[in-house]
């Protein structure tokens, strides 16, 4: 008999079986009281995970549709300024060269970003700005709060990818200025993939595009939101929809703090074993950044190939990721997300150890043990 594969991604990652057997049942009316109350509780506690008294609205699509149409519902023909620090803040890049005149604020993948080239280009007339607060290909938190603040400084929208911190780590997208924050159903919030979650404040209504996209009218999605029952513009993926109202109904009974506060443990016994394996996190931080609390990017050590570390620990039934691009073979990273917690956890770390040592690697010390000691 096949085993299910423990995923230990920054996404796509285990899902609660409620959540699993809650898209198992029959076909239900998206015209009806019943999805309007499923899709109400949604977005009840997801107002909560985003920080945010804004309108908010669920789209059948991925994580980057949420993307697509925060910059094409505000950034159309406008000047544009792009946060990149890793492959997800080049994905805005692009996104945002189809609609506006895109300005790219670039630093080395994994590195601080440059407020000071972001503001340089906001008092050159930047009039929306991009940031991915948690950059998963590189494990870095970027200061949402101190892009928020010089956004509000020259009075430019401030567009932020929340897609792998909402629901793991704290946002707080009013109080940091946030316009629009997006996030994906299958990240923190432990739900299946297909789903884009995507907030939009006053000002950023104020400011459409007069022409937006067919599917990705955010204005659109309001105006059925705002009906009695609750309903999406254009036929939802339902079943999606009702997994993703359990997926948020676990986040409610756990209670946000709490699973932040699981979260931040998961990713501190990852860096915690890593460090005693002699290993060293990707990514290059200041003051202002951080490490990622969903996922932690580790460099390989000299000698160690990614292909054979990572298939030997898939032999043992768990999945890791490697780097995108041209970080392919350099780091490797474990995603702790979701609903994971402790057992998931060393499981995973006991195999990468083992892996390390198979493929001739000295550890230094047991991150196992020093992983223990973050989590109990």
């Avoid at 899709?39 to 789209?59: E, H, Q, S």
């Amino acid at each position: 008999m096949e085993k299910e594969l423990l995923l230990m991604l920054p996404g796509p990652v285990p899902m609660p079986e409620r959540v699993r057997l809650a898209m198992m049942r029959q076909a239900i009316n998206h015209r009806s009281a019943e999805f309007g109350a499923a899709y109400a509780d949604c977005v009840r506690v997801l107002k909560t995970a985003f920080g945010t008294t804004n309108d908010l609205m669920v789209i059948s699509g991925s994580g980057t549709a949420g993307m697509e149409a925060a910059i094409a519902n505000v950034g159309k023909d406008k000047e544009i300024a792009c946060i990149v620090n890793g492959k997800f803040g080049e994905r805005m890049l692009k996104i945002s060269q189809r609609y506006g005149k895109a300005h790219e604020i670039k630093s080395e993948w994994g590195t601080p970003i440059d407020l000071a080239a972001l503001e340089a280009r906001l008092e050159q007339g930047a009039q929306v700005v991009t940031l991915v607060h948690n950059e998963t290909s590189v494990g870095i938190r970027n200061p949402a709060q101190e892009v928020g603040k010089l956004a509000k400084k020259h009075d430019a929208l401030f567009i932020m990818d929340g897609i792998t911190s909402i629901g793991g780590d704290t946002v707080e997208a009013d109080k940091w200025g946030v316009d629009i924050a997006i996030t994906g159903s299958q990240k923190c919030l432990a739900a299946p993939a297909g789903l884009a979650m995507v907030s939009v404040s006053g000002r950023a209504w104020e400011r459409l595009t007069k022409n937006p996209p067919y599917y990705l009218d955010l204005a659109a999605y309001k105006k059925s939101a705002a009906g009695t029952p609750m309903e999406t513009p254009y036929t939802p993926a339902v079943p999606l929809f009702l997994a993703l109202r359990e997926a948020c109904l676990i986040i409610e009974e756990e209670g946000l703090a709490a699973r932040i506060a699981r979260h931040h443990r998961m990713s501190g016994a990852v860096q915690a074993a890593a460090k005693a394996w002699g290993l060293s996190l990707f990514p290059k931080l200041d003051a202002k950044h951080g490490y990622s609390t969903t996922v932690t990017a580790v460099e390989y050590p000299a000698g160690v190939k990614d292909d054979e570390m990572r298939a030997t620990i898939k032999k043992m039934g768990i999945v890791i990721a490697g780097g995108q691009d041209h970080l392919k073979g350099k780091i490797f990273r474990i995603g702790s997300m979701g609903a994971v917690s402790a057992p998931e956890i060393l499981a995973t770390l006991a195999a990468t150890q083992h892996a390390l040592k198979r493929s001739g690697f000295k550890v230094q010390g047991d991150g196992v043990a020093a992983a223990c000691e973050v989590l109990g």
